[in-house]
C-alpha cells in the first residue's frame, strides 16, 4: 500500500498520517497527544491563563496584606484602611474614563507592558516602604514630631492606590479586548475563555490570602513584605515574557487601525462635532468663505489658546474625556444591563468585612468563618460551570435571565433570615436617645452582639472579592462567652442564601461581562469598561455610605432589605435589557 501524508494544521504545527487506516490507530493517536499538548502549551489561550493567573495570585496577596499593614501600621484601627478604601474607590470613580480612553488610544502591546510595569513596581516601592516603617517604626515616630510617619503613611497609600489604577487597566486590556481578539470573535470560545478566567480568579481569592496568611504568622510583616517584593519582581518578567509571546503568535492583537493608534473614539468624535458645526451654516460661495473663514478661526483659535494657561487647558481636555466617556457608556446598546451590573454592588450580602463582621457578633467564630468563604468559593466555581451550560443550551440573553431569577430567589433566604428567630433586628434602635450608643455595643438594646476588643493577638483577615470589593476583614478567633444567640436560624438562613446566591451571581456577572465584550465596537471598548469600573466602584462606596448610616447589628436586617431591594433593580434593568433585545427580530421583521 502507497504512504499518504495529511497534514493536520493547528497554530502553525502539522501531524502527519501514514494512511486512513492508520490515522485511527491507537499508536497514533498515543503519538499525537504530547504533540497537541505541547500545541496548547505554546498556545496563545495557555499563556494568556498562566499570566493571568499569576498576575490575580499576586493581586489577592496584595489586597490581603496591605489591608493587615494598615492595621498593624495604626495600632489596630481600621482608619488608615478606610481611608485607603475611600481612596481607591474615588480615584476609579473620577478616572475610569480616562484609564479605558488611555487603553483604546495605545496600541495594546504597549498598555498591557506598561500596565504591568507600573502595577508591579507601586508594589515593590511600597513593599520596601512598608519594611523601612515595620524595621524602624519607632525611630521614624520621632522624626518631626511624628510627621513623618504621615508622610510615609501617605506614601504608602498613593503607591497601593496608582497599583489598583494600573490593575484596572490592565484587567480592562486583557480580560476585555484581549481575549475578544484571541477567540476570534467566538463566542462560544470567548465563554470558555470569561469562564476559565473566572475560575482561576476563585481559585486564587482562596488560596492566596492564605499563602501570604501564613507567611506573615510564622515569620513577621517584614517577611510578608519581602515575600511579596519578590512575587512581583518574579511575576513582572514572566507576564511580561507571556504577554509578549502572545502579541507575537496572535498577528489580529497588532490590527489596531493606524488612526486609532494616535486618536481615540472620544478624539474622533470630538473632531465629528467641530466638523458639522463648521458645515451647518453654509453661506452660497461656500470656497471662497471656507478660505477666509479657516485663516480667521484658526487664528481665534491659536489666540484663545494662548490666553489660557497649559494646565487649564489640558485639564479642560480631560473634564472632556470624561464627558465623552459617560455619554459613549450611556449610548450603548448594553447600558440597561451594565448599570444592572453595577447595582448588584450595593450589597451586604457578600463575604466581606460587613457581613463576616455582623456574623461574628452572632456567635460564629472565624474559623467557621473561613469554612463558609471557601464554601462560597465552590459555588462561584459553579456558576462558571453554570454559565457555559446555559449558554450553549439558552443563549447568552436567556443565560442572564435565568441566572437573574436563581440569584433573586436563593436571596429571598436572606430576606427570610432576618424575620426568623435569632434575628438582632431592632427597630427601635433608631430612636434619637439611642444616638449616643456608637456600634450598638453598649446600652440596653444589645441583644446578640459583643463588644469588639482590640488586642495584640487579634488575626487580621481581610478579603477582596473581585465583584464585591472590600477592604478589610477582621475576625477574631474566640468569642466572648455568653454571647451566643437565642437561635442560630437567622444566621444559618443568611449564609445558606449568601452561599446558594453566589451560583446565579457568577453567572449572571460573566453574562453581562460577555455582552460588554461583544456589543461594544472595538474603537470604543476600552473607554466603555472604564466607565463601567466607574459605576460598579460608585455604587460599591453608596454601600459602605450605607453601613456608616447603621453601623449597628441591630441594623443589620434593614440593611439587607435596602440590599436586596438595590439588586432586585438591578435585574429588572437587566430583564429591561432582555425584553429589549427580544423584540428587535419583531420590528425588523
Known amino acids: 500500500m502507497s504512504l499518504r501524508t495529511e497534514g493536520a494544521q493547528c497554530a502553525g504545527v502539522a501531524v502527519e498520517f501514514d494512511d486512513d487506516n492508520d490515522r485511527d490507530s491507537p499508536v497514533i493517536k498515543a503519538r499525537n497527544i504530547p504533540q497537541s499538548a505541547l500545541i496548547y502549551l505554546k498556545g496563545p489561550k495557555f499563556l494568556i491563563y498562566v499570566s493571568g493567573a499569576l498576575s490575580m495570585w499576586g493581586d489577592r496577596m ?11 501600621l495604626y495600632g489596630h484601627n481600621l482608619l488608615l484602611t478606610g481611608i485607603f478604601g475611600l481612596v481607591v474607590a474615588g480615584s476609579v470613580l473620577l478616572l475610569g474614563a480616562l484609564i479605558g480612553d488611555w487603553v483604546d488610544r495605545n496600541p495594546r502591546n504597549k498598555v498591557a507592558h506598561a500596565s504591568l510595569f507600573i502595577q508591579n513596581i507601586s508594589v515593590t516601592i511600597c513593599s520596601i516602604v512598608l519594611m523601612l516603617v515595620f524595621s524602624y517604626k519607632k525611630w521614624i515616630e520621632e522624626i518631626w514630631d511624628g510627621w513623618l510617619t504621615v508622610v510615609c503613611y501617605t506614601v504608602v497609600i498613593v503607591l497601593a492606590d496608582v497599583a489598583n489604577l494600573a490593575s484596572t487597566a490592565l484587567t480592562i486590556a486583557i480580560q476585555r479586548d484581549w481575549i ?69 503568535i496572535v498577528p489580529a492583537l497588532s490590527a489596531k487601525p493606524p488612526a486609532m493608534e494616535h486618536q481615540s473614539y472620544l478624539e474622533k468624535k470630538r473632531e465629528r462635532k467641530r466638523s458639522q458645526g463648521n458645515t451647518r451654516f453654509k453661506p452660497i460661495k461656500y470656497d471662497l468663505y471656507l478660505k477666509f473663514h479657516s485663516v480667521e478661526s484658526t487664528s481665534l483659535h491659536l ?35 451594565g448599570l444592572g451590573l453595577a447595582f448588584l454592588y450595593t450589597t451586604v450580602l457578600g463575604f466581606d468585612c460587613i457581613t463576616t463582621g455582623y456574623a461574628y457578633t452572632q456567635g460564629i467564630s472565624g474559623s467557621l468563618l473561613s469554612l463558609l468563604m471557601g464554601v462560597s468559593a465552590v459555588a462561584g466555581l459553579l456558576g462558571t460551570v453554570l454559565f457555559t451550560k446555559l449558554r450553549k443550551a439558552c443563549g ?13 430567589v436563593c436571596l429571598l433566604l436572606c430576606l427570610w433570615s432576618v424575620f426568623a428567630p435569632g434575628s438582632p433586628m431592632d427597630l427601635s434602635i433608631l430612636n434619637l436617645g439611642n444616638a449616643s450608643d456608637v456600634g450598638g ?85 476600552g473607554v466603555v469598561n472604564g466607565v463601567q469600573s466607574s459605576m460598579n466602584y460608585l455604587m460599591d462606596l453608596l454601600h459602605f455610605i450605607m453601613v456608616i448610616s447603621a453601623p449597628q447589628p441591630q441594623h443589620f436586617g434593614i440593611l439587607v432589605i435596602i440590599s436586596i431591594l438595590f439588586i432586585f433593580t438591578g435585574h429588572t434593568m437587566y430583564f429591561l435589557y432582555a425584553r429589549k433585545i427580544k423584540r428587535k427580530p419583531r420590528t425588523n421583521t
Do not use: K
Open 396 to 408: 447568552l440573553v436567556n443565560t442572564g435571565v435565568i441566572s437573574s431569577a436563581l440569584h433573586l
Open 303 to 337: 489666540q484663545e489658546i494662548s490666553r489660557i494657561p497649559v494646565c487649564l487647558h489640558r485639564l479642560r481636555g480631560l473634564l472632556s474625556t470624561c464627558r465623552e466617556g459617560w455619554r459613549a457608556y450611556y449610548r450603548q446598546p448594553v447600558f440597561f444591563a
Open 62 to 72: 496584595w489586597h490581603f496584606a496591605i489591608s493587615v499593614f494598615l492595621i498593624e
Open 180 to 248: 475578544v481578539v484571541i477567540t476570534g470573535y467566538n463566542r462560544g470560545h470567548l465563554a470558555g475563555m470569561n469562564a476559565t478566567m473566572r475560575r482561576i480568579d476563585q481559585v486564587t481569592n482562596i488560596l492566596a490570602p492564605l499563602a501570604v496568611g501564613q507567611v506573615m504568622t510564622l515569620a513577621s510583616n517584614v517577611v510578608g513584605c519581602g515575600f511579596i517584593l519578590g512575587w512581583n519582581l518574579v511575576s513582572l518578567i514572566v507576564e511580561f515574557i507571556f504577554l509578549s509571546r502572545v502579541y507575537r
Open 441 to 525: 455595643m453598649t446600652g440596653g438594646h444589645q441583644r446578640h452582639g459583643y463588644p469588639l476588643r482590640g488586642g495584640s493577638n487579634q488575626p487580621l483577615l481581610p478579603d477582596r472579592s473581585s465583584i464585591h470589593w472590600t477592604n478589610s476583614t477582621v475576625l477574631f478567633e474566640n468569642a466572648p462567652a455568653g454571647t451566643e444567640p437565642e437561635s442560630y436560624v437567622s444566621i444559618i438562613l443568611l449564609f445558606l442564601g449568601v452561599i446558594t446566591a453566589r451560583v446565579g451571581l457568577w453567572s449572571f456577572d460573566l453574562t453581562v461581562t460577555q455582552l460588554l465584550q461583544e456589543t461594544i465596537s472595538e474603537s470604543e471598548r
